[in-house]
């Protein structure tokens, strides 16, 4: 089972910032939090991770609360591309076998 | 990021027929690869971890003798789907770890499978 919960769907207009939350109460010290998506029949892409810091790339922020038990992944400048369905999910890096467990997701539509 | 090669990107195959599908980490040593399965409307399943050199480790419920894993290499993982049927029909993806920054997870482009 995914052991985060992140809200259905979601609606951000062009332009705006699309802040995506995600719930993961139950993480432990290991657990990284990733952010993939997909878009609609393609692998899923990935777009950042952390520990307990926050973190900045070219595609997004992610914000981490204190206790980790809950993060944000921050597109500041969404776009009729980023239309895609997100995934948040923690992943202990310590084994290599680890598999990333997809949850639901959210599915994010960017409207003009 | 490095990238993952699926093939084929869609295939068509008859009810009781094999199909291959290869994944290949273009330019990076993966010695983990993960197969997953998705059904449209539905989040990605983890079938199976495949290990270069040795056998798979496959998900309660996936039938390894349906679901032939090899991984010969440390490039490339190969799942054959035996004697197919409609129910299999399918968006299969692949995944793969870097060698040495097992941080990080590429994920091919996937295979449309439809069994007719």
């Known amino acids: 089972d995914a052991k985060t919960t992140q809200p259905p769907s979601m609606d951000c207009a062009e332009g705006r910032a699309a802040n995506l939350p995600c719930n993961h109460s139950?993480?432990?010290?290991?657990?990284?939090v990733y952010w993939y998506r997909q878009i609609h029949s393609q692998g899923p892409q990935y777009i950042i991770h952390?520990?307990?810091n926050n973190e900045t790339n070219e595609m997004a922020s992610l914000i981490i609360t204190e206790d980790r038990k809950s993060s944000t992944l921050i597109l500041p400048h969404a776009t009729l591309r980023d239309t895609a369905v997100y995934y948040c999910?923690?992943?202990?890096?310590?084994?290599?076998?680890?598999?990333?467990?997809f949850g639901k997701g959210t599915s994010l539509l960017v409207t003009p | 990021g490095a990238v993952v090669s699926q093939h084929p990107s869609r295939v068509i195959c008859k009810s009781g027929t094999s199909v291959k599908i290869e994944c290949r980490s273009l330019?990076?040593?993966?010695?983990?690869m993960f197969w997953y399965r998705q059904f449209p409307k539905q989040s990605l399943m983890l079938m199976a971890t495949?290990?270069?050199?040795?056998?798979?480790?496959?998900e309660q419920g996936v039938e390894k003798d349906k679901f032939l894993i090899n991984h010969a290499s440390l490039t490339l993982s190969t799942l054959t789907v035996t004697s197919a049927h409609p129910e299999d029909s399918s968006f299969y993806i692949c995944s793969a770890l870097l060698r040495v920054l097992n941080t990080e997870a590429f994920f091919g482009q996937g295979t449309r499978l439809t069994v007719v």
């Open positions: 139950t993480i432990s010290g290991n657990e990284y």
């Open positions: 952390g520990l307990k």
């Open positions: 495949s290990n270069e050199g040795s056998k798979a480790t496959y």
């Open positions: 999910i923690v992943r202990d890096n310590s084994n290599s076998g680890y598999a990333l467990n």
């Open positions: 330019d990076f040593q993966a010695t983990t």
